[in-house]
């Protein structure tokens, strides 16, 4: 053995000791420090190399907690199946928190050898990034659009360590005729056939601000956006756009996205989204009201506005 690897016997058993002295016998950093004759700064270091590590993993309980107030009266009010707030978020987290309580949400619902299917967007990328990391179980997700690129590109590397299953196909293509001709695809069609399958879906949705993922991922254009918004459209789910009564916006790019229709989510058992913002009110709103979401990932800003609808209504003149 070589001192190299002495060194790094070394470091493994004393990331060991301070995050079993800090974590399970429960002594202050100070304490730490003052035991083994190093800075405080040094065990802070050492405590977060033990996370990234994975010699210390947490698990939050999701599924059997005890729901705190906010989460009981937006399930009550809504009549949704389950509501997760996350207790604190900033706003330029909050796609990256959003993502990682769903995956902690999911480990704990599904079983082994499930099928999930997911929609795109930077929320679901931190999704998966989030679940690929921690779960130890076998776990296969199939994607509920088109759009390779846009996966791999929120995803990252986190989807290859997953079992996956991507629509070959653009999530937007240039008609509707060569939209249906792809559909037809059997390498489409056999994907398609995977999504009727899950029984747990989790997307994410979209609003209508100037910075929504679909103008900055360039999937639309200005021009196509503002027109969409000009008729109506709260935000999208799935690449479906559709207006403050849940209804599907009368454009032709409906007919030219590859995507699961929203009437066939409904079989799921479990139809989780994970949204949150002011600016997203408006189609997390409708989907809660419409059938089209019964599991609701959010934040507590976001969270505190679903419960004061009315009064948010009628000061943003929205519906």
Known sequence: MDFSEKDELYKDSMLYKVAWLYYIDGLTQKEIAEKLSVSRMKIIKMLEESRKRKIVRFHF????????????????????????????????????????????????????DSLVGVGYGETMGAFLKNLSKMTDKNVSVVSMTGGVMPYIKQIGNGIIDLKHYLIP???????????????????????????????????????????????????????RFKKLKSAGAIGDMLMHFIDKDGHLVDDEIEE???????????????IIAAAGGEEKLSIIH??????????????????????????????????
């Open 61 to 112: 309980s999701t599924l059997y907690r005890n729901k705190n107030t906010t989460e009981k009266q937006l399930i009550h009010k809504y009549q949704l199946k389950d509501v997760f707030v996350v207790p604190w978020s900033s706003s330029d987290k909050l796609p990256e928190n959003l993502g990682q309580a769903t995956a902690m949400y999911l480990n704990d619902l599904i079983q082994d």
């Open 169 to 223: 196909a653009p999530l937007i293509v240039s008609n509707k005729e060569l939209a249906g001709a792809i559909m037809n695809e059997k390498a489409v069609s056999d994907i398609m056939d995977m999504t009727k399958e899950t029984k747990v879906v989790v997307t994410s949705l979209g609003g209508m601000e100037e910075n929504s993922t679909v103008l900055r991922t360039r999937l639309l254009t200005t021009e």
């Open 256 to 270: 030219r996205i590859i995507s699961t229709k929203l009437e066939d989510l409904k079989i799921n058992d479990y």
């Open 286 to 319: 409708t989907a809660i009201t419409h059938g089209l979401v019964n599991v609701l990932i959010t934040d507590e800003v976001t969270a505190e506005l679903l419960l004061g609808a009315n009064e948010w209504k009628e000061q943003k003149n929205t519906y």
